[in-house]
């Protein structure tokens, strides 16, 4: 399992759009969101890029804590 660091998370909502986003990484899956901790993590099934996967969430309206 992979994980990554979110900032800006602040309700169910925003837990489900991050994860739609990952979901829709290709080669990404079995996505957790904690709202609590800020953290996202996920499996893949190929090797994926972090800036790839960090791209997503952005797009989705989040920040990466690096």
């Given at each position: 399992?992979?994980?990554?660091?979110?900032?800006?998370?602040?309700?169910?909502?925003?837990?489900?759009?991050?994860?739609?986003a990952?979901?829709?990484?290709?080669?990404?899956?079995?996505?957790?969101?904690?709202?609590?901790s800020?953290?996202?993590?996920?499996?893949?099934?190929?090797?994926?890029?972090?800036?790839?996967?960090?791209?997503?969430?952005?797009?989705?309206?989040?920040?990466?804590?690096?």
């Amino acid at each position: 399992m992979k994980s990554i660091k979110i900032k800006g998370m602040s309700c169910g909502h925003c837990v489900m759009a991050v994860t739609k986003a990952l979901n829709a990484v290709d080669g990404v899956r079995d996505v957790h969101v904690d709202l609590k901790s800020g953290m996202a993590t996920y499996e893949e099934m190929k090797p994926v890029d972090t800036s790839v996967v960090a791209a997503a969430i952005k797009k989705a309206g989040y920040d990466v804590v690096e």
